[in-house]
């Protein structure tokens, strides 16, 4: 920055481009300095905030130093003042009851404005915010004689991302109007894959097929930077008395951003708000809000399982239709699958427990959101949770205190139980439940307790976000997984066996005698010789016994059922981990 005292004159100049008809406009500013130099900046340069401190708009200009008694570009001339001008008085927008309102959100539910007129605006007013649509919400606002005001909006979640937005506040007579600044919208990043317009339909639940292939596309590329969202915990948005207008599933769940903010405080009222806030901040309180309406769509009171079975809509279809909903399903299917890859390899990595349970969150919540409310595949959903079951409690363990990972877990396990029970399919459905009781002991590094189990399980009517994944409400998600629990794993039925001696009777519904090592082990058993069962070491690949390699099919089996056969000495391993 020049330290020195100069004189400046400004010249605005218009040059018409007769080729193609279009205008352009420049700045040229001369500074004569005292130490005999001449400063001359040229070019559309504007000191704005989009211009010098985003990477959204490109300004450029030249600079020249050179001496003042070299030939100027230009010559100036001076001239008189106007004899014949009318002086412009400028003062506070507002004339009598006439006032202009600026407004915006700085936090979740936050709306902070201030009203501009000519005389006291202090005391209560009483306001709405109106989207294009119609939609409205009232709200009153306590504002200082500066004019400033702060207040808490009910269901801001549906105007803090919309497009246009006008407040509108009255007090006896007087009225103030004015827009809603979208600040967070215009300082958002550029995306990979994902335009900005493609998130914020996507936020206010008005995406197109586009928009969700942008979404998992940009995921595909960048899910590591939105992982903090998914740590957060969901909570139950609370209302103080009911009100004509909800969400659009009847209630709705919230994800506290309180973590993803700036954490200054008004030195007045100790209000916590974020002036200026950058644009990774804007962004990931945008995928705050994305996760929350992902969750409130699977998390609907009304919601059921859809299914080409069970739903009256797809009942409905014709072939035209579907055949139509297919189509427009492949660009989704296509990015869905980049999603899933990248998902595997994040989980495949060494990380802390925090990181891998915050990627498991993030693949669950979103394929499940993009299989059930997007593409309406019922199968594939439930197909996709039994794997994720399976891979989560390889990769997870469990932790004290009671996380957002633990709840999805436990919630996911329920639904899929109460599926299963519902289909009413004799032994299958026990094997099945075992499964499942198999996969929380590994979570869990043992027995899993009745207490950890239900203060993680999600039951509340609007908030269990698996509720649209259920076939029937007939059975309740804390009974299913009560049945879950009950039901012996293969871990307890290796003990009932390894306890047992020639001549013996067993019961005769241990599941682990059905299985493929099972089928051979309980054919030694019939042979009424005293039997073995060889423990192998965690994360050793070597029989215990012989110390050879272990077959990968004999790691599978250990792995899936707890017992195999080592096919270089013929003895039993058993898996107790």
Not at 36 to 59: F, H, P, W, Y
Not at 79 to 92: A, C, I
Not at 287 to 306: H, Q
Request: charged content about 25%; glycine content about 6%.
């Amino acid at each position: 920055m020049l330290e020195q005292e100069f004189m400046c004159s400004p010249f605005l100049t218009e040059i018409s481009v007769k080729k193609d008809r279009r205008s352009l406009h420049a700045k040229w500013l001369e500074a004569d300095l005292k130490d005999g130099q001449r400063l001359i900046l040229t070019g559309s340069v504007n000191i704005t905030r989009k211009a010098m401190c985003t990477a959204d708009n490109v300004e450029v200009g030249l600079i020249r130093l050179q001496s003042n008694k070299s030939v100027k570009y230009l010559q100036w001339e001076p001239t008189d003042l106007p004899k014949h001008f009318e002086r412009s008085q400028f003062r506070k927008a507002g004339l009598g009851n006439r006032w202009v309102v600026h407004a915006q959100f700085t936090r979740e539910t936050m709306l902070e404005g201030k009203l501009m007129g000519i005389s006291n605006p202090a005391g209560k007013w009483e306001g709405f915010l109106a989207r294009a649509d119609g939609e409205r919400v009232e709200f009153t606002a306590t504002v200082g004689q500066d004019g400033t005001f702060r207040v808490q909006v009910p269901h801001a979640e549906h105007y803090a991302t919309a497009t246009a937005v006008q407040i509108t506040l009255h007090r006896s007579g007087s009225d103030a109007v004015g827009w809603l600044h979208m600040e967070g919208i215009l300082s958002l990043p550029r995306l990979q894959r994902l335009g900005i317009t493609s998130l914020v339909r996507l936020v206010n639940n008005e995406q197109s097929e586009d928009d969700d292939a942008a979404l998992l596309e940009y995921l595909a590329l960048s899910a590591q930077k939105h992982l903090l969202t998914f740590k957060l915990e969901v909570k139950p948005r609370k209302k103080p008395e009911a009100s004509a207008q909800e969400s659009d599933n009847g209630d709705s769940l919230r994800v506290d951003l309180e973590r993803l903010a700036p954490t200054t405080e008004d030195p007045l009222t100790g209000i916590p708000h974020g002036h200026l806030p950058t644009s990774e901040q804007n962004l990931n309180e945008f995928f705050g809000r994305l996760r929350s309406r992902m969750l409130t769509s699977l998390g609907g009171k009304g919601s059921r399982g859809i299914s080409g079975t069970t739903t009256d809509e797809a009942g409905a279809e014709d072939e035209a239709e579907r055949k139509e909903n297919e189509a427009k399903a492949k660009k989704t299917t296509f990015g869905l699958e980049k999603f899933e890859k990248k998902m595997s390899e994040m989980a495949s990595l060494d990380g802390p427990q925090n990181y891998l349970k915050a990627v498991f969150t993030m693949w669950l919540e979103v394929e499940l959101w993009m299989r059930l409310d997007r593409m309406k595949d019922f199968e594939a959903a439930e197909f996709a949770c039994r794997k994720w079951v399976r891979n989560a409690v390889q990769r997870c363990r469990m932790e004290p205190g009671t996380t957002t990972f633990d709840r999805n877990l436990f919630t996911i396990t329920a639904t899929l139980a109460a599926n299963h029970i519902a289909q009413d399919q004799g032994d299958e459905v026990v094997g099945q439940l075992v499964q499942l009781h198999e996969a929380l002991e590994r979570y869990c590094s043992g027995p899993v307790a009745q207490d950890f189990a239900s203060t993680a399980l999600v039951t509340e009517s609007g908030y269990v976000f698996s509720d649209r994944l259920r076939i029937k409400q007939d059975i309740g998600l804390s009974e299913a997984l009560e049945r879950v629990l009950s039901t012996r794993t293969f871990r307890q039925e290796i003990e009932i066996i390894r306890s047992w001696q020639p001549g013996q009777a067993l019961p005769d519904d241990l599941q682990i005698l059905k299985t493929t090592p099972g089928t051979l082990l309980a054919e030694r058993m019939g042979r009424n010789t005293k039997l073995q069962l060889i423990e192998c070491k965690q994360g050793s690949n070597a029989c215990p016994k012989c110390h050879m390699e272990m077959h990968l099919s004999v790691r599978n089996e250990l792995q899936t059922y707890r017992i195999s056969k080592c096919l270089n000495c013929d003895r039993f391993i058993i898996n107790l981990g």
